[in-house]
């Protein structure tokens, strides 16, 4: 018996669909399970291309010494003074979103001008992802969940994963007790 369990509701990300709607931005004061925190050599430019590119908002701001960027419950960054990497590291940090947000987030990164976007595709997994290459050099990509389709290779993908579909939707293996 699996220990994993279907758990939707303690998140904000929606039921993957067509449909899905994303939720409001969350501006609410909470101990934060996980957050990114990325060095910029100009906070100025970092908050322009995060917030008019990415989607994200400012929380609050320390000036010169922190800005608290947040899209939904959940998804905090931390801009702080630093030198970013000359490189793109391996590693990146994902963020959701919903299916209707990733050509508009391509488009915004674009219009900013400044990091490098690539195109929205499709994984395995049944999620569509964009990747982009903020002017920091950090890998950011966003993933939307893709309706479920019990006949397609997405689902067989997930069923030799040993992840069974579940009544919402959303990956599921076996019921939580």
Same mark, same amino acid.
């Given at each position: ?27 609410? /004061? ?7 925190? /990325?060095?910029?050599? !100009?906070?100025?430019?970092? =908050? ?9 908002? &400012? ?15 959940? @998804? ?21 979103? =919903? ?5 508009? /987030?391509? &488009? ?21 992802? =964009? ?15 893709? @309706? ?14 040993? /992840? ?10 076996? !019921?939580?007790?």
């Amino acid at each position: 018996m699996s220990e994993m369990f279907e758990a939707f509701e303690v998140s904000p990300v929606p039921v993957p669909g067509d449909g899905a709607m994303a939720p409001e931005l969350f501006r609410g /004061i909470y101990g934060m399970p996980a957050f990114v925190t /990325i060095p910029s050599g !100009d906070l100025a430019a970092s =908050v322009e291309f995060w917030t008019r590119g990415l989607g994200f908002f &400012e929380l609050f701001g320390v000036p010169g010494r922190l800005v608290h960027l947040r899209r939904w419950m959940f @998804q905090d960054v931390l801009l702080v003074p630093g030198s970013p990497g000359d490189t793109v590291p391996s590693m990146s940090a994902s963020f959701a979103c =919903v299916l209707n947000e990733l050509d508009t /987030i391509a &488009e915004r990164c674009r219009e900013v001008g400044t990091g490098t976007v690539g195109e929205p595709h499709d994984t395995p997994w049944n999620t569509r992802d =964009v990747e982009v290459v903020t002017p920091e050099n950090v890998r950011v990509v966003f993933t939307a969940g893709k @309706q479920f389709d019990p006949g397609s290779a997405a689902a067989r993908n997930l069923e030799e994963m040993g /992840i069974e579909p579940s009544r919402t939707g959303g990956p599921n293996d076996g !019921d939580h007790a």
